[in-house]
């Protein structure tokens, strides 16, 4: 029918859907294409040195030989601190703000509000905030605890936003049949409606981890520079990010192990990714099967 | 749903108030650190706010901290200009990859360039950073010396921003309601017809938080800037002219300055911290007035 | 306000459980903070001092020369390291050489130009010369990298040219010194100053930069070492109070003949004292 009444007006759309069509097929080749070059420079660079040696081998003459063990290690020293303390903060947090108090509450308003900021702020801020408060204040010093309580609070609003979004998709009618079962609500927030959050209070576990060991302007003056296998927590470590950030700015000759490095954030990243998107999965296959 | 095979009220309701108590401490706890925040900020600001009028910082000749000139200026313009370049940039991108995504690809095609986004949006900032210093700024440098620009950052800020804006804008555009783009090609509107009419209106909440989500990223990017920026004080006077973003100047400068220099490194985080939380401010008034 | 109260023990807690955990730092642990330039070294020095001194480690944090003053004053740091004679200002610490290390222009490893004079090097940083063709180079606007401010190379060089920093027109700022070898590595037209040791250390590995001879002298590490180039300064370790015990150790064994190997692979000028 259309090739029938077919006048100028219908042509010129025509004309303006194919050219918005041609536009967006290139920009996405342009995307895809920059992409695709950067993920070939780093796989290019980095897998020559990449073995089983490069990761568990310590850093030498300034990172230009040997390994990323340490470094690892302290990376993960710093993730296990900042967890540790930004998770029961934050779940707390986005319990009450979905199951005991109202949203529209002052108290609960100012909390959402001061958290909406705080998920802005530059993570450099945090790095100043910790190095006055944690490092000097507190005289925790370069370590991988400042490091890691700094980090701590730059996660509290990606983790209490994902856990209060994990909440608030159970269904209205479980707490009903829970109130109407006489449970207390602390029972039916552990019996009923944890249960069925999990995997998104998962998922966004591994959200914040993924953020977090891609960070290093908070940890520049946090965690500090030193290379070494951390026997403390008040211990300086330098964190694979910040690793990165040094062969690449500081050391000569450091070009090899950066990529290297890079290599291995990515495939580390990479596979978190992975998991918090399978939990991201399973928490929508069950939110479907409830309702 | 109930897996726990004793009883389900193992709990008493007094408990209850014990509880609330300990998770309004945890919650306190992170709306303090806001403030706590903005006042180890100001504290450690206070000894040049103190003795140095504000207006320094935007009127001294330059930035010559060591010479005591103290003019931010010029930071906070490279700043804008980098983030808002970006943002002009990524913006048609990201939106342009959504739409590809959902209305233009065959489904396998969809979900490869899905899982490349995703990938992307793992990619750490010191990366792309570390990328940019080694291949994008030889590059401009070629075209037009000195390479480490405006220009590469705002390259490098786009590359960043690109897919949080695609994976955002991409979540707004799949809520739309499946009936709503039915009814417009119903009424015989064209592929493009249905998707500006209909599909991108119906997703700006989503799309528009999207962006700002980006913008914040963009103007509180650090590394991967002071990487590939040149860092120069200056106002840029062309894209190809180097600049230097209030981040980079902390982390460049911190770790060296003494006394009144590292107050007023202080100062201008807290600079950079207001224009961040004026930013939110103005996204919680337009998603109150424009989205209700 | 039952759980304001709380707050506040909590807070005092987490005081207290935090000024515990730093007294149980080892007494046997060395930090060194300070100049970036020295950092690499002080690396190396301290894996060698920690293999001879089981049970001792040695932590060290780069973050420039005035932070290594700065610790060192407030205690945070045992040892600073400093590039640079201190300043009259800085008297009040003691300083000990353990290398020398010269200040030298790099350009590209393409560039015609092999000399500049003094004269024609202040005429390029303070911006009156732009072009490589009026000092003998190639027809094409020259790329200026400066120091960050505050940094201790950046110090050197505008105190050995009686510059200021507010008169160099500079097209790049950067901050240490495999930034600024980085940068005119891919760039044929960048100029920039950088520790000798640095630039001979990647120029030997093949990285496109060389040196440039500055007023008739190269800059080489054998003229560093016999005191012909003109920009050259120590690399000082310094200590708020005279050393003793561990820190006496360290410095003793950084300045004594068997390191000598480790400073001279870093491309320094070992300073001897034994």
């Not at chain 1, 998770?87 to 009450?96: D, E, H, Y």
């Not at chain 2, 209850?16 to 600001?45: K, Q, T, Y």
């Not at chain 3, 560039?111 to 027809?139: A, K, S, Y």
């Amino acid at each position: 029918m259309s090739k029938l009444f077919v006048n100028k007006d219908k042509m010129s759309y025509l004309l303006r859907d194919l050219t918005i069509q041609v536009l967006i097929y290139s920009a996405i080749v342009c995307v895809s294409g920059v992409f695709l070059w950067i993920l070939f420079d780093l796989i290019r660079g980095g897998s020559a040195l990449l073995s089983w040696q490069f990761l568990t081998d310590v850093p030498r003459d300034a990172g230009r030989a040997g390994g990323i063990s340490s470094i690892l290690a302290s990376t993960l020293l710093v993730l296990l601190i900042a967890l540790l303390a930004a998770l029961p903060i934050s779940w707390a947090t986005a319990i009450l703000l979905t199951e005991f108090i109202s949203a529209e509450s002052p108290f609960g308003r100012w909390v959402r509000y001061s958290l909406q900021v705080l998920a802005c702020v530059p993570s450099i801020i945090f790095g100043l905030f910790g190095y006055a408060f944690f490092s000097l204040y507190l005289g925790l010093g370069f370590s991988i605890l400042s490091g890691g309580l700094t980090l701590a609070c730059m996660l509290l609003p990606i983790l209490v936003s994902t856990a209060e979004a994990g909440l608030r998709a159970v269904p209205e009618s479980y707490r009903l049949s829970a109130v109407a079962l006489g449970m207390s609500r602390a029972a039916t927030l552990f019996h009923v409606l944890l249960p069925v959050a999990a995997p998104a209070w998962a998922a966004g576990l591994l959200l914040g981890i993924g953020r977090a060991a891609a960070e290093t302007a908070a940890l520049m003056f946090t965690s500090g520079y030193v290379d070494r296998m951390p026997e403390s927590l008040l211990d300086s470590g330098r964190v694979l990010a910040l690793h990165i950030f040094d062969l690449s700015m500081n050391v000569p000759g450091g070009d090899a192990p950066a990529f290297a490095s890079a290599l291995v954030l990515i495939l580390l990243l990479l596979v978190i990714n992975l998991v918090a998107m399978r939990f991201t999965y399973l928490w929508q296959r069950k939110k479907l099967n409830a309702e | 749903m109930i897996w726990w095979k004793h009883s389900i009220s193992f709990l008493s309701a007094s408990i209850d108030r014990w509880f609330s108590a300990a998770l309004r401490i945890g919650a306190l706890l992170a709306a303090l650190i806001m403030l706590f925040i903005l006042l180890f900020l100001l504290l450690e600001s206070w000894p040049v706010l103190r003795h140095i009028a504000l207006m320094r910082f935007f009127t001294d000749e330059a930035w010559h901290p060591l010479e005591d000139q103290y003019n931010l200026l010029p930071m906070v313009t490279g700043t804008l200009y980098a983030s808002s370049g970006a943002l002009l940039l990524a913006i048609p991108l990201g939106i342009a990859s959504a739409l590809f995504m959902i209305f233009y690809a065959t489904p396998r095609t969809a979900v490869l360039y899905r899982r490349l986004i995703e990938l992307l949006a793992g990619i750490p900032s010191v990366v792309f950073g570390f990328w940019g210093l080694t291949t994008l700024v030889p590059l401009i440098n070629q075209w037009h010396p000195p390479g480490a620009s405006l220009l590469a950052s705002i390259l490098i800020l786009t590359l960043m921003i690109l897919p949080t804006l695609a994976l955002t804008s991409y979540a707004a555009l799949v809520a739309v309601p499946k009936d709503y783009l039915q009814a417009a090609v119903a009424l015989g509107l064209s592929r493009w017809g249905m998707i500006y009419g209909v599909a991108l209106p119906a997703a700006r909440k989503g799309i528009v938080a999207g962006i700002l989500l980006a913008a914040g990223r963009a103007i509180g990017e650090t590394m991967a800037v002071l990487m590939v920026a040149g860092n120069v004080v200056q106002h840029a006077d062309s894209l190809f002219a180097p600049i230097r973003t209030l981040t980079a100047n902390i982390a460049l400068e911190m770790a060296y300055a003494m006394g009144d220099h590292r107050a007023v490194l202080f100062v201008s985080g807290l600079l950079l911290l207001l224009l961040v939380i004026a930013l939110t401010i103005i996204a919680a008034w337009f998603g109150k007035t424009h989205h209700v | 306000m039952r759980w304001m109260k709380s707050i506040g023990a909590a807070t005092i807690m987490l005081v207290l459980m935090s000024l515990t955990l730093s007294t149980f730092a080892s007494s046997h642990k060395l930090v060194l903070t300070g100049s970036s330039t020295i950092a690499p070294l002080a690396i190396e020095l301290g894996r060698r001092f920690e293999s001879l001194h089981p049970g001792v480690r040695v932590d060290v944090q780069t973050g420039g020369s005035s932070r290594g003053i700065n610790d060192t004053r407030k205690g945070v740091a045992d040892i600073g390291m400093v590039s640079g004679v201190l300043k009259s200002a800085e008297q009040d610490l003691q300083a000990f050489a353990i290398a020398l290390d010269g200040v030298g222009i790099i350009v590209h490893a393409s560039n015609p130009v092999t000399t500049l004079t003094n004269r024609q090097i202040v005429g390029i940083f303070t911006g009156r010369i732009t072009n490589w063709q009026e000092v003998g180079g190639h027809d094409a606007r020259i790329t200026l990298v400066n120091k960050a401010e505050g940094r201790s190379t950046l110090e050197s060089f505008l105190a050995y040219f009686q510059l200021k920093n507010s008169e160099i027109k500079s097209h790049i700022v950067i901050g240490d010194n495999q930034q600024g070898i980085k940068i005119v590595s891919g760039n044929p037209h960048a100029i920039g100053y950088v520790s000798i040791g640095a630039a001979a250390y990647d120029a030997q590995r093949g990285v496109p930069i060389k040196l440039l001879t500055m007023d008739g002298v190269a800059a080489t590490v054998a003229n560093v070492r016999n005191g012909t180039y003109p920009l050259s300064r120590p690399l000082n370790l310094v200590t708020r109070l005279p050393p003793t015990g561990l820190v006496k150790q360290f410095i003793d064994f950084a300045r004594s003949k068997q390191t000598h190997d480790l400073v001279e692979a870093q491309y320094f000028v070992p300073v001897s004292v034994d």
